[in-house]
Nanobody
Framework: QVQLVESGGGLVQAGSSLRLSCAAS????????VGWFRETPGKERESVGV????????TYADSVKGRFTISRDNARNTLYLQMNNLKPEDTAVYYC????????????WGQGTQVTVSS
């Protein structure tokens, strides 16, 4: 079965950078649309950024645009989320997700990794 495993979360100070990783088994990232999401208590899970399978660029939420970057290492079949200039409001559990081309729903999710940004 497909498994996505995130890593790289932690506690950092505002203004710092952090890179999250998402490794996949039984799924090839380059053949699927991939995304990063985040969730905080009491709020709905929100999309941070999405990279469609057939495009070389990602789209981002306004709140992270210019600070976060999604990248992919096809050789390692690993997805990354580079987060720069972190703010306290970026504190959340971050999830990677994937969906098959043509699918409207996110079929595969990681277990999440906590990112905490102190002021």
């Amino acid at each position: 079965q497909v498994q996505l495993v995130e890593s790289g979360g932690g506690l950092v100070q505002a203004g710092s950078s952090l890179r999250l990783s998402c490794a996949a088994s039984r799924l090839t990232f380059s053949r699927n649309t991939v995304g990063w999401f985040r969730e905080t208590p009491g709020k709905e899970r929100e999309s941070v950024g999405v990279r469609r399978w057939n495009l070389d660029f990602a789209t981002y939420a306004d709140s992270v645009k210019g600070r976060f970057t999604i990248s992919r290492d096809n050789a390692r079949n690993t997805l990354y989320l580079q987060m720069n200039n972190l703010k306290p409001e970026d504190t959340a559990v971050y999830y990677c997700a994937a969906r098959n081309p043509g699918s409207d729903s996110w079929q595969y999710w990681g277990q999440g990794t906590q990112v905490t940004v102190s002021s």
